[in-house]
């Protein structure tokens, strides 16, 4: 048998033609013993990193690669994905029986597994660093892989205890290399998983954090709900997506509404019982075409690569948030949409909740100053790609040549120089509160301003006002964004039960000229053509058949997808495995259009390794000759 290199490893086991980034860098670093941290972006390729080392010291008889990995619940997916392509994994949890933990324990301590996934809780037990140690002394523990790194800090909402007690890796098995790995990109972060877990003699790697198939898009909320509604019909029909509110009341309330309209939704969030959010995460990930409405409760290690669209309806805490969460589409490579529809609303929300929480100033400062950059980004009128990277440290051109370009280089909004309108919004507060200190929130002051005379008006005499209609120019959607821009910049706050609006110390500077104010013009009131869709669509056949594939396939070629796709549902279902571990869409869609004649053939296209071939070459070889041909010619 030739030997292997990393790459042959990744051509015979997987099924690639070459690596992607610096897959290959980070590889030979940790094939020949190196320590490394390893920052590259959701979607980039991390488990690679560490599955062909693994494989290749196996290889060299360097035993077990240990892969600690902070959620059971989807241990055994990843597993299952490794035992597809012929590479011997387990994994260790509590969902076991006894005997099969006993067997696994066996081949673990035999050395015959290749790969071992474990929570940390279970590694940092004394008996399981006894087996390890056992190990060590027979030189057969060939690596440590510590995936979703980020968990050992508390800066970020994923942070887990149980992540602190990794560093008795380093100082019991010194000489076993480590690799640890996350998409959490910021400074603070990077630094605490160098420190915590001592990897500060490791090589760093650090990826370009573009995801460059996936398009941003952030809308103005009309009536968010429709909205959303009308993003998925109108660019999702049938594709699986996330939908993340706030709360779980919201979260609730729009899975119904939109399982009431004709879309597969499930609700996901911490207060829902074990089992059902359980069931909720095995559906979406084994069907084609689920929706999850979820908090961020959902989503950490959740390696769906066909998500096609991630959709915010409130506004994320931050930069960081936002990028990871939209981050969970299209880890396939192909196009996916990030889109977010955002308001006044949330704009205030996101500020009393800094207010109002018990944080020291201190905190709240970093806080704020976070939100602005999310705010800054979402009221942009340039690349979002561009904001967004420039947040990570990372320098790009506009992204208008990009194949999936954001929303505004596709469409560059107009803008309107909002100064003078911001003057008169701040005086119009002011004359409300010379007014015997009376306070008022957006909409009465958006009415006054554009001179609407309303009960509230005329209860208060505000027509007398001499800013009354001093705005009838600008449209109630323009003072929507001039207030949301006002708030967001801090000049202007929210108090109270109502929102009511007051001055800052700052109101002064826009008062006096000195603040220039650049907007984006509001986008036109939405088209209801396609809305009206939805009532016939609701209850229509399910979409996953209508789904487009990833390439373009003529009708032959969309035939033989069709029975690729019923193929790979018969076996997933057998192996209890999401179909995407059988083969990826992009897969599946490759061998409709090449519609290969031989076993050599099919083994030439990505993401056919050397099991898989055999395991189903024949078969698929079946199903895209229509099954007519009992037997095809051999190789
Ligand atoms: P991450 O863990 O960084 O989010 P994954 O390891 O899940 O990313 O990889 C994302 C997708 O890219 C997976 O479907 C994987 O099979 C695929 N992939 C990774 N490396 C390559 C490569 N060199 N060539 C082709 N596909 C790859
Ligand atoms: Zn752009």
């Given at each position: 048998m030739p030997a292997s290199t990393p790459l042959s490893i990744l051509q015979d086991v997987f099924g690639y033609a070459a690596f992607r980034g610096a897959q290959q860098a980070i590889i030979d670093h940790v094939v020949t013993g190196g320590d490394a941290l390893v920052l590259m972006p959701?979607?980039?390729?991390?488990?690679l990193c560490y599955q062909v080392p693994a494989i290749q010291r196996h290889l060299n008889e360097r035993g077990v690669a240990i892969v600690v990995s902070p959620l059971i619940a989807l241990m055994h997916d990843q597993v299952g994905a490794l035992e597809e392509a012929g590479v011997h994994a387990a994994f260790l949890n509590s969902s076991l029986t006894m005997e099969e933990a006993q067997r696994i324990e066996r081949e673990m301590m035999a050395g015959r597994l290749v790969l071992l996934y474990a929570a940390p809780e279970r590694i940092t037990t004394p008996r399981f660093l006894a087996q390890l140690d056992s190990l060590h002394e027979r030189g057969l523990l060939s690596l440590f892989a510590i995936d979703e790194a980020h968990c050992v800090s508390q800066w970020g909402h994923d942070f887990r205890e149980d992540y602190l007690g990794l560093n008795v890796l380093h100082e019991r098995f010194a000489d076993v290399p480590r690799i640890a790995l996350t998409a959490t990109a910021d400074d603070l972060t990077r630094a605490d998983i160098i420190e915590r877990l001592q990897l500060q003699s490791a090589r760093i790697f650090i990826s370009s954090?573009?995801?460059?198939?996936i398009r941003y898009a952030i809308v103005e909320k009309d009536n968010a709900r429709t909205q959303l509604l009308r993003f998925i019909q109108d660019e999702h029909e049938g594709d699986a997506g996330i939908v993340y509110c706030q709360s779980r009341k919201k979260v609730e309330e729009t899975a119904a509404w939109l399982e009431g309209e004709g879309i597969a939704a499930l609700p996901y969030h911490a207060g829902l019982d074990a089992a059902v959010r359980k069931k909720h995460q095995d559906r979406f990930l084994r069907e084609d075409s689920i929706v999850m409405v979820a908090t961020i409760a959902f989503g950490m290690g959740i390696d769906k690569p066909d998500v096609r669209f991630v959709a915010h309806l409130d506004l994320p805490k931050n930069i960081e948030g936002y990028y990871q969460e939209t981050g969970r589409a299209g880890r396939d490579g192909l196009p996916a949409n990030a889109w977010m529809a955002y308001g006044l609303a949330d704009v205030v929300n996101q500020r009393r909740m800094i207010e109002d929480s018990p944080a020291a100033e201190e905190f709240k400062r970093g806080q704020r100053g976070k939100l602005d950059a999310l705010l800054a980004l979402a009221e942009a009128h340039d690349c979002r790609r561009v904001r967004l990277l420039a947040y990570f440290g990372e320098n790009t051109e506009r992204?208008?040549?990009?194949?999936?370009?954001c929303d505004n280089c596709q469409n560059a909004p107009a803008t309107w120089d909002a100064t003078e309108a911001a003057r008169k919004a701040l005086s119009c507060i002011y004359r409300f509160h010379q007014n015997r200190g009376q306070r008022f929130g957006a909409g009465h002051l958006i009415d006054v301003l554009r001179g609407k005379v309303t009960d509230k008006v005329t209860q208060f005499h505000?027509?007398?006002?001499?800013?009354?209609?001093?705005?009838?120019?600008?449209s109630e959607a323009q003072w929507r964004a001039v207030l949301r821009q006002l708030i967001a910049l801090g000049h202007v706050q929210t108090e109270g039960e109502y929102n009511t609006l007051e001055l800052t110390a700052t109101a002064r500077d826009v008062l006096r000229g000195d603040v220039q104010l650049l907007l984006r013009q509001p986008s036109e009131a939405p088209r209801r053509a396609r809305a009206a869709r939805g009532s016939t669509a609701a209850g229509k056949s399910s979409g996953a058949k209508d789904r487009a594939p990833p390439v373009a396939l003529d009708a032959d070629g969309l035939e033989r997808f069709t029975a690729l796709k019923a193929w790979r549902a018969e076996i997933a279902r057998e192996h209890n495995l999401p179909a995407y571990i059988v083969f990826h869409d992009a897969t599946l869609a490759e061998m409709a259009r090449a519609h290969p004649q031989s076993l050599d053939e099919l083994a030439g296209?990505?993401?056919?390794g050397a099991k898989k071939l055999e395991a189903y070459g024949r078969e698929i070889l079946r199903v895209l000759s229509g099954g007519a041909q009992p037997e095809p010619t051999d190789r």
């Open positions: 959701t979607g980039g390729g991390k488990s954090f573009d995801r460059p198939n992204c208008a040549a990009y194949q999936n370009a505000h027509q007398e006002l001499s800013t009354f209609g001093i705005g009838a120019d600008v296209i990505s993401g056919v």
